[in-house]
């Protein structure tokens, strides 16, 4: 008779299943101790033309301009 602490082979492949993102994410921060949807802070530099566009785009949008830059690059 099973545990009530243990699982079955279903439920695991339940989980698994469910989950699949999240275990990659997890398998791939063991190789690099990075997550996918971590953010990093950079610093690059752009025409005074370029930033005028996202500032406007800012502007209408309300969304910070790397929340912008991620979505044309995504």
Partial sequence: ??????LSNEQMKFILHKYSELFKALEEYDKVRELPFQRKKIYLTLSVETLNKLKELREK?????SRLIEEKMG
């Fill in 1 to 6: 008779m099973q545990s009530d602490k243990t």
């Fill in 61 to 65: 949008t309300g969304k910070p301009i």
